[in-house]
Every structure is written in C-alpha cells, then in structure tokens.
C-alpha cells in the first residue's frame, strides 16, 4: 500500500546534539513538507520542497535543515541551534497541483533530554 | 496574509451534531479542507471542498462554505464517542502550500 512512513516514533536528544528525523513516501508525490506541532497549538511549517533538489523555509526554519535529494525522500534535522526541539514533528506530501490535501505521516515525538 | 482560525474546544453529548467553525482570511484560497487528527497520530484528510462550491455531504460530514464571510464549518450528524479528536481547518491556495487552524478539540460525552 502507498503511503508517508516516519521514523523513529520517539526520538530522545541530548543538549547539544544533533538528530535527523526520516521521511519517506511512496506515493510518487512531488511535493514533501516538515511541520512542527506543540500542545494547544497548530503546524507550524518548517520547510518544504516541490521538487528534487530544492527546498523552501517555512515559518519556523531557524535551527533546522533538510535535503531532498530522491523524490522520496525528505529528511529533517534538528540542529544543536535549535533552541527548544521538543515537540510532535509531522511530515506530509501531496502534488503540486494535487486537490485532495496532504497525506501526513504519523509523526515523531523528539524529547530533549 | 494567510490566517485560519477556529474556536478551540468543543463539547457535545453522543448522538447529537457537531458543528466546527472556521474563518480564513486568503480570498485567494481555491480548497478548503478539514482533517481529523487521533492522539499521537498524524492528521487524516476528512473531506475538501472547492470554492466555487458551497455545500459538500459525504455520510454524516456536512461542509458549509461562505465564500463571502470566508467562513467554512464542518457539521458532523449523530456523533459518536469515536469521533472525539482534533479537528483542523486548512486552506491552499494557488501557490500551492496550505495554511492550517490552531484546531478545534472535539470532545464526544456518552
């Protein structure tokens, strides 16, 4: 079956470090987004990409990168700059031109320990 | 600019209807979409509808768009205690990305 596959489902990081959370599709879909998700509040867009090799910063790209290197592929990383990593962290892909919404992973839980 | 908002919380005893409200500002917005999302779980596409539409049933979703208020709500008929969840409202506009609501937590009595 197609579909958006994130892992790890919990993700544990130490003050300082660095962690990359993986994002993969199987949905031939070009475009791939990274949200953040806190208690109470909303998604927050980290980055997006709508083509192979090329990504946008979303509203809140300080202190993360990612690459899109396969159409299937978009991994995210938490950088040490990133102040306050803990959170739900949510991708999606859809068409470019796709009308039927986004399908979203089921997320990673990273937790600064 | 993009806004989309939606009232927080909302209480219904089982078997009655839900009503969630959302209000967005883009005029520019061509789909407007609702997804529910489960504890710990990723959001999942409930229904969309067009602007050029004002009303979309599918089973016990109803989808109300005021194109001129820019006010959307999603009614859901004889609720169940299944579906207690997180309900977002998202627009998309021709650029592609979609802005989602804070979303509205639906909590289903029995």
């Known amino acids: 079956d197609g579909g958006i596959t994130q892992s790890p489902k919990y993700l544990f990081r130490k003050e300082g470090q660095n962690v990359t959370l993986s994002c993969e599709q199987n949905l031939n879909h070009d475009a791939m987004y990274w949200y953040r998700q806190d208690p109470g509040q909303g998604l927050r867009l980290i980055y997006y990409s709508q083509i192979v090799n090329d990504f946008q910063k979303g509203d809140i790209a300080e202190g993360y990168s990612v690459s899109r290197e396969k159409k299937e592929s978009f991994p995210l990383t938490v950088t040490s700059a990133q102040k306050n990593p803990t959170a739900f962290y949510l991708c999606?892909?859809?068409?470019?031109?796709?009308?039927?919404?986004?399908?979203f992973g089921s997320g990673t839980r990273l937790t600064v320990v | 600019g993009e806004d989309v908002e939606q009232s927080l919380f909302l209480s219904v005893r089982e078997g009655d209807s839900s009503v969630i409200n959302c209000t967005y500002t883009?005029?520019?917005?061509?789909?407007l979409y609702w997804y529910k999302q489960e504890p710990g779980a990723g959001l999942q596409l409930l229904t969309y509808?067009?602007?050029?539409?004002d009303m979309k049933q599918d089973q016990r979703l109803t989808v109300l768009l005021n194109k001129k208020d820019k006010h959307l709500s999603l009614r859901i008929a004889d609720t169940q205690t299944g579906d207690s969840a997180i309900y977002f409202c998202?627009?998309?506009?021709?650029?592609?990305?979609?802005?989602f609501g804070d979303g509205t937590t639906l909590t289903v009595k029995p």
């Open positions: 999606a892909s859809s068409m470019i031109r796709e009308v039927y919404g986004y399908t």
């Open positions: 998202a627009e998309r506009t021709n650029a592609g990305k979609s802005t």
């Open positions: 509808i067009f602007s050029n539409m």
């Open positions: 883009d005029s520019s917005s061509t789909y």
